[in-house]
């Protein structure tokens, strides 16, 4: 009972060592503020949805700095970083990275090769997914300003973003499937290879000569007795 105490204990100090703390928030919070400024830089169409996001996580922030109890001061301040890591402006930070790792995935899918009609149409149609999603995912972040309401770009980021996500999928699915056909096809080619070199070994046994157990002479393939002793030869 004290062993599976002691464990506990140790299991709850080890996740409460991992997860976020004062320090670590605050490290985040500076991080996330310079984020926010080279995000207005790269995609100042989207400026007007950083501010009030900004604005938002400052309220919260701020709110954190007043409280006594570390505990509630860590969770409020980890809400403020979470608004200008995740939802909308996660998304908006992310979605370049999302974009280059699909496109790279979907290189690695094209150099597979297919060996049947159906996993061909499937990898067509998760190419054909994966350029749609790209493609819609650039016209959201390169947007013109005349296209911008502040309103709609938090669903058009999600959407997008989610596009991504759902095309990346599919194509996981797709090469999983391909691998998997392509490694049976080449174990059969292994077993098929391991047959015909079996057949081939009991041809080349069968057309050896037989050694005599008794006396050691040599015979010829298909004799049954020794041509020197008249010893009975072992046929195998």
Do not use: H
Not at 51 to 80: F, G, T
Not at 99 to 109: D, H, M, P, Q, R
Request: hydrophobic letters at 35%.
């Amino acid at each position: 009972m004290k062993k599976l105490s002691t464990l506990l204990i140790i299991s709850i100090f080890l996740i409460n060592a991992c997860g976020p703390t004062l320090e670590s928030s605050n490290d985040n919070w500076k991080d996330n503020q310079a984020a926010m400024v080279q995000l207005k830089s790269e995609f100042s169409v989207f400026a007007p949805l950083i501010d009030q996001k900004l604005e938002e996580a400052k309220k919260v922030w701020n709110a954190a700095q007043s409280i006594s109890d570390e505990e509630k001061k860590l969770d409020k301040m980890v809400e403020a970083n979470n608004i200008l890591s995740s939802g909308a402006i996660g998304n908006l930070r992310n979605m370049k990275r999302e974009i280059s790792k699909l496109k790279s995935e979907k290189e690695g899918l094209m150099k597979l090769n297919a060996n049947s009609y159906q996993l061909e149409e499937k990898a067509t149609n998760a190419t054909r997914t994966v350029k749609e999603a790209i493609a819609n995912a650039e016209k959201v972040l390169y947007m013109n300003a005349d296209e911008f309401t502040i309103n709609d770009a938090p669903g058009k980021l999600n959407r997008a973003f989610n596009g991504l996500n759902d095309a990346y999928k599919e194509l996981e699915i797709v090469i999983d499937l391909i691998n998997d056909a392509n490694n049976k096809v080449e174990q059969e080619k292994k077993d098929k290879e391991q047959e015909i070199q079996a057949e081939k070994d009991k041809e080349e046994k069968a057309k050896a000569d037989i050694k005599c157990g008794y006396c050691g002479a040599m015979n010829k393939a298909g004799s049954t007795k020794c041509s020197s002793c008249g010893a009975p030869l072992d046929k195998k």
